[in-house]
């Protein structure tokens, strides 16, 4: 954090925007991911929960995985080039 502290404002400013973006993607993916096999599940009388739900909640925590990991690496480019 206190890497954070010493950036200049537009940086910050760009930090801030990516951190959420990022933040955003995860819900989104998850009610993309879940609502077509649900209406398809309850539309069939099926178990809604195994078709939808839990396929739907791994993927999204698999790209929230890869959320974490572009944050990490945005975050030491952009404290990177503000060294320079």
């Given amino acids: 954090m206190s890497q954070e502290h010493n950036l200049n404002e537009a940086a910050r400013?760009?930090?801030n925007i990516v951190r959420f973006g990022l933040?955003?993607?995860p819900p989104i993916a998850w009610a993309?991911?879940?609502s077509l096999p649900f209406i398809v599940a309850r539309?069939?009388?099926a178990n809604?929960?195994?078709i939808a739900l839990?396929?739907?909640l791994i993927q999204t925590a698999i790209v929230a995985v890869i959320?974490?990991?572009v944050w990490f690496v945005?975050?030491?480019l952009v404290i990177r080039g503000t060294r320079r």
Avoid: D, E, Q, T
């Fill in 13 to 15: 400013r760009r930090l």
């Fill in 23 to 25: 933040m955003a993607i």
């Fill in 32 to 34: 993309i991911s879940f």
């Fill in 43 to 45: 539309g069939l009388g």
């Fill in 48 to 50: 809604w929960i195994s």
């Fill in 54 to 56: 839990i396929p739907s």
């Fill in 67 to 69: 959320c974490v990991i």
């Fill in 74 to 76: 945005y975050k030491s």
